[in-house]
């Protein structure tokens, strides 16, 4: 019934995540308990306790693993390395703590790399531009040996994207080869599909003669559908697909391009815009625990099974329990990553930590007004259901006799305290919550090329993302403009590149080229709220929402800048010789 059918054939290029700390552990090994104690960063220090454990042959309680500050992960050092168990393995053998630490050509050499998949899929529309059908086949190097299918999964459940698309076929295959396993990395396995549906519909758009903007508007999933199941299966909890996307149409001003393409025409330059929209499965290891204490010396101190690595956790955890409790910011300390202060913990990935986290720390602090409540009626000698609590004091209602949550934790550990209330003043949850969220929005990338040396120079980038509910705002533009950061670097520049003997020709920042500070713009962005449904505040992941639409953005923008030269696709990188040899051979 197809009026027009599009295909596109690819190949998203390989990448590594360039944490700015090496890869580095330090084993050590007590003999009168026979514990093992290991230090390596990671999203989670559970999930490396459980794969040493079951490597040394030795139960979990047998292994402490403790992770501070990290330089950088995003999913790349999630995963456990052969290091970590061998410096715990060698300090036993030796009677002694040893340490190792990689050089960065290691780091390049060694660190599980991502994305690497090539894609043949089509899209049937028909005459009025109503997407009929997409039929795709996503093939993974998942590298010499399989670490990771999450990215070929995810990415075959959201490539219909935001789109009512009425049917799918898309299958997914992985491949062996001699180069690093590949891992999630920053929006796993997304980044990649939707670069794949918004280069189809662009060429769908420039070959049968639609509008971009309307071609894309026309087959959004409107908000009367949700909650929304896409042909694949997925079960859409909810969203306004076409706010955010007409609010980052009129963001970038996409009205008044014409105006700026024709003025960079005067200075020699070919400028072109680009958009694309996307949305995010945030899923992850599904159990989350927290722990908090109400310290009499005035603390409260949150043991989460998260770890940050430079996504402000400290801050923006500690303002929910510190609203909740009423007690001021610096008085929440966050502690993390070390498996001998709780039993479980599902670490920082899928835009997790705080769509999850969020849920068991606000339980707990909910235990803990409800057990202060009992010991306030204690202290001020009334019934529980006459005492109020409100920034941080309890009172009884109707009168102006109140005590503090501090006062409160001080009287549970006297000796004199009713036995059932006597201890330290403390609330704990451990919750499994399977539902994931969808985050989703829309970015607009202008570019210019000097086609004299296939340059191509981001000059303006615009996204609005869905979280469903911002907790801390700044932080999570801060995480768009990272994103944005590693899209457009994956869009332009960087490359895991193997010569035909197999050999990393790419293995130290002379050669891998990344995205610095005097190559990108400022960038403008905005978040929209929509709540979830997926879970009780109604959060949604942030940090991965600006890589995830970027590599279309800027490719499209590319192809639109050389498009009356006839250039039809770019490949990426979309380096200058990549740029420079369409300019003068299109059909290549």
């Not at 955010?244 to 001003?253: E, G, P, T």
């Not at 409790?325 to 990935?349: C, K, N, W, Y």
């Not at 829309?442 to 303006?460: F, K, M, N, S, Y």
């Amino acid at each position: 019934r197809a009026a027009h059918v599009v295909r596109l054939e690819t190949r998203v290029n390989r990448v590594t995540g360039v944490p700015m700390e090496p890869r580095t552990a330090l084993g050590d090994y007590d003999a009168a308990s026979g514990r093992y104690t290991l230090y390596a960063g990671s999203g989670g220090s559970w999930r490396i306790q459980s794969d040493v454990a079951r490597t040394l042959g030795v139960p979990t309680t047998a292994v402490r693993v403790v992770a501070r500050d990290i330089g950088g992960n995003y999913g790349t050092r999630n995963s456990c390395y052969p290091e970590q168990i061998l410096v715990a393995w060698a300090a036993r053998r030796l009677g002694r703590p040893v340490k190792w630490t990689a050089d960065r050509r290691e780091t390049m050499l060694t660190d599980y790399q991502s994305r690497d998949l090539v894609s043949c899929a089509e899209l049937a529309l028909d005459a009025a531009g109503r997407f009929l059908a997409l039929r795709a086949v996503n093939t993974s190097n998942v590298g010499a040996h399989a670490v990771s299918f999450i990215p070929l999964a995810k990415g075959i459940a959201v490539l219909p994207s935001v789109y009512d698309i009425p049917a799918a076929f898309i299958q997914g295959r992985a491949v062996l080869t001699n180069t690093p396993p590949t891992t999630p990395y920053r929006a796993a396995g997304r980044p990649e599909v939707m670069f794949v549906i918004e280069r189809l519909i662009d060429l769908a758009a420039r070959r049968h003669g639609f509008d971009r903007v309307a071609l894309r508007r026309r087959n959004l999933v409107p908000t009367a559908a949700m909650p929304y199941r896409n042909p694949v299966g997925l079960l859409y909890d909810s969203g306004d697909y076409a706010d955010a996307f007409d609010r980052a149409v009129a963001l970038a001003d996409w009205a008044g391009f014409e105006a700026r393409r024709t003025e960079a025409r005067r200075r020699g330059r070919y400028r072109g815009i680009g958009l694309a929209n996307y949305i995010e499965l945030n899923t992850g290891m599904p159990r989350e625990r927290a722990e908090i204490t109400v310290r009499p010396e005035g603390r409260v101190d949150v043991v989460l099974g998260t770890l940050s690595s430079g996504q402000g956790h400290e801050t923006s955890f500690a303002q929910l329990v510190a609203e909740w409790l009423g007690v001021a910011l610096e008085q929440v300390r966050l502690i993390t990553g070390d498996t001998d202060l709780m039993p479980f913990g599902g670490g920082s990935h899928s835009g997790r930590s705080m769509r999850l986290g969020a849920v068991v720390m606000a339980k707990a602090s909910d235990q803990i007004v409800d057990k202060g409540r009992a010991i306030a009626a204690w202290l001020l000698e009334a019934a529980a259901v006459d005492i109020s609590f409100a920034d941080s004091r309890f009172t009884v209602k109707g009168t102006n006799r109140s005590v503090g949550l501090f006062e409160v934790a001080a009287a549970a550990a006297r000796p004199e305290a009713p036995e059932a209330l006597r201890g330290r003043l403390t609330g704990a949850s451990d919750e499994t919550m399977p539902v994931p969220s969808y985050p989703y929005g829309c970015a607009v990338c202008e570019i210019e090329v000097d086609p004299e040396t296939g340059v191509v120079e981001l000059v303006r980038h615009t996204t609005i993302d869905d979280v469903g509910r911002a907790v801390n705002p700044l932080i999570l533009h801060g995480q768009t403009h990272g994103g944005i950061a590693a899209g457009v670097g994956q869009a332009l520049w960087e490359l895991c590149h193997y010569d035909a003997d197999g050999q990393l020709t790419a293995a130290t920042f002379m050669d891998y080229a990344l995205p610095r500070a005097d190559v990108l713009p400022s960038f403008t962005t905005q978040l929209t709220e929509v709540p979830s449904t997926s879970n009780p505040l109604g959060l949604r992941g942030g940090g991965e929402g600006g890589t995830t639409p970027a590599l279309g953005a800027v490719v499209n923008a590319i192809v639109d800048a050389l498009a009356e030269l006839g250039v039809e696709h770019v490949e990426m990188p979309a380096t200058p010789e990549r740029v420079w040899r369409a300019i003068r051979d299109p059909r290549a």
